[in-house]
């Protein structure tokens, strides 16, 4: 599977989603904002963590603006996967990829901790590799994780089985302890918990590989 990461100034993860994915067997390419192509032949693009542009205007507003993120934008259209992590996610609301908004989180904190979700859905390349109801712990850091839509797109999603994650003790106020939902193809994935920094015992968890290698698994036997 190619992978390209997309790399914003004040991105802080792309380095750690680059290992993640080369780890899980993906060939990886880095791939500037101000790029107005992406790499031929990609099949999957990950946006990912840290503060884009210093999260001035609103987290992610700015970023979404970048000449690559046209391209991501036609390479979903055109059916092609994307995964957006933590401020990645919020790149993704912003482009219109993924529905609803990340808020300030409720009680008004930075967070930082591992936290517990739960795979509400086994049905996407992105969760394949877990069994609904698995619980797993994944790393968050943020101040705007606050998922937030209204009350007839929370009830599409659910109706659509588009939930992927939810937290088991919502950190931030996110409606429905929402942690990750998957666009209507179910080929983009937005999350706000760190499945890259949950992939080598050493960093303290490894419930994210399987998130990996369920995804380049999908490309393999394809």
């Given amino acids: 599977m190619r992978a390209a990461v997309i790399v914003f100034p004040?991105?802080?993860c792309d380095r750690?989603?680059?290992v993640a994915l080369k780890a899980a067997g993906a060939d990886v390419s880095m791939v500037w904002h101000k790029d107005a192509s992406l790499p031929d032949n990609v099949?999957?693009?990950?946006?990912?963590?840290?503060?884009?542009?210093?999260d001035y205007l609103r987290c992610g507003a700015i970023a979404a603006q970048s000449p690559i993120c046209k391209a991501v934008v036609t390479h979903a259209a055109r059916g092609g996967y994307v995964l957006g992590v933590c401020n990645g996610f919020q790149v993704l609301t912003e482009?219109?990829?993924?529905?609803?908004?990340?808020?300030?989180?409720?009680?008004?904190?930075?967070?930082?901790?591992?936290?517990?979700?739960?795979?509400?859905?086994?049905?996407?390349?992105?969760?394949?590799g877990y069994n609904a109801g698995d619980t797993v712990g994944y790393p968050v850091a943020h101040h705007d994780g606050n998922y937030t839509v209204d009350d007839a797109t929370l009830a599409t999603l659910k109706g659509?089985?588009?939930?992927a994650f939810t937290y088991t003790d919502n950190p931030n106020g996110s409606v429905a302890d929402i942690a990750g939902v998957l666009s209507e193809n179910r080929r983009v994935l937005g999350m706000m918990p760190h499945p890259e920094r949950a992939v080598d015992a050493g960093h303290g968890g490894t419930d994210g590989?399987?998130?990996?290698?369920?995804?380049?698994?999908q490309f393999a036997s394809a």
Avoid at 43 to 54: I, N
């Fill in 160 to 163: 659509d089985d588009r939930i």
């Fill in 16 to 18: 750690d989603m680059a």
């Fill in 43 to 54: 099949d999957l693009v990950a946006v990912p963590g840290g503060f884009s542009f210093g």
């Fill in 95 to 128: 482009t219109g990829l993924l529905p609803g908004a990340l808020m300030r989180n409720a009680n008004l904190k930075f967070i930082c901790k591992t936290v517990e979700l739960k795979v509400e859905t086994s049905a996407s390349a992105y969760t394949e």
């Fill in 209 to 217: 590989q399987a998130l990996f290698r369920g995804l380049i698994a």
């Fill in 10 to 12: 004040g991105s802080n």
